[in-house]
């Protein structure tokens, strides 16, 4: 529905037709076109500014994100290589999870290609971003559409650390809301997992969220200096080598981290940011050891 879309070239392993004839009908500006297969990949990449993956396996009940490695990390591999043989210039944004091992991944693929540049490869975690608002409107009963909650650290239970002392409009909470609220955007991905009970994981609101970040992308790549979002990235932020935190947006990509936001934590909010360090960082190293181990 996004203005700035002018083409959306759908990619599947089978079964995209349909769904492109049936996209392309809305009354929009986008030309839409289909491909199926690897032998259509390359084509299909050629010429785009943004590249989404979300390919890949869901979870299901009792799994965590990390057990999707075997088959998810695999498809990362090849799509991110197509990406750099075809379009190396293009902004990626990785949905497939394990987003905290497969954005590591891909890094590696693009720097064997030599065309990695950090500032375009991002971990879409705007989902934590959108649960967080919408939980903490209800909770404390603030209109949702002024609510701006930053998410922190990773895509996968205590890596993804909500800063609510960093909530805007500012509000406060009791020790009891705020373990309860951290704990529940924590978990929402597996609140939907269970609920699809062994039909998937979160789709309609991965999308909007997805078409959330991509609308900000396709806004920063058009000059729009006033863009920031969540996102997993290479960051220094930390002493891990990536990190999730609000980035600046621009036309080359991130074109800044804000280092204050880490700034000021209340002693929850560091306690837990230290606590989930060592999770975040096997999950990076087993991304980084798996596209290493294949060259
Ligand atoms: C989500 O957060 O909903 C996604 O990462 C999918 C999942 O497995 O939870």
Request: glycine share 8%; aromatic share 6%; hydrophobic share 40%.
């Amino acid at each position: 529905m996004s203005p700035l879309v002018s083409d959306l070239h759908l990619y599947d392993i089978a079964n995209v037709k349909g769904v492109a004839a049936d996209i392309s009908h809305c009354n929009t500006p986008s030309q839409v076109r289909d491909f199926t297969g690897a032998a259509e990949l390359a084509n299909c990449l050629k010429g785009v500014d943004v590249v989404v993956i979300p390919a890949g396996v869901p979870r299901k009940p009792g799994m965590t994100r990390d057990d999707l490695f075997n088959i998810n990390a695999g498809i990362v591999r090849d799509l991110v290589s197509a990406v750099a043989d075809n379009c190396p210039g293009a902004f990626i944004h990785i949905i497939s999870n394990p987003v905290n091992s497969t954005v590591p991944i891909a890094a590696e693929v693009l720097k064997q290609k030599g065309v990695y540049d950090p500032k375009k490869l991002f971990g879409v975690t705007t989902l934590d971003v959108v649960r967080a608002n919408t939980f903490v409107a209800q909770r404390k009963n603030l209109k949702l559409i002024d609510v701006d909650v930053p998410v922190v650290g990773g895509h996968a239970g205590i890596t993804i650390l909500p800063l609510l002392s960093k909530t805007k409009p500012s509000a406060s909470f009791t020790g009891e809301e705020i373990e309860e609220l951290t704990v529940r955007i924590q978990n929402a991905g597996t609140e939907v997992v269970e609920a699809k009970a062994g039909a998937g994981s979160a789709t309609l609101s991965m999308a909007y969220a997805a078409a959330r970040f991509v609308e900000s992308s396709l806004r920063a790549l058009d000059g729009d200096g006033d863009v920031y979002e969540c996102s997993f990235v290479q960051s220094d932020l930390t002493e891990l080598p990536f990190f999730a935190s609000r980035v600046k947006l621009g036309r080359k990509g991130v074109e800044a981290l804000i280092p204050s936001d880490l700034q000021g934590l209340t002693e929850y909010e560091q306690k837990a940011l230290e606590a989930l360090k060592p999770e975040l960082k096997a999950s990076i190293e087993k991304g980084i050891a798996f596209a290493q181990k294949q060259t």
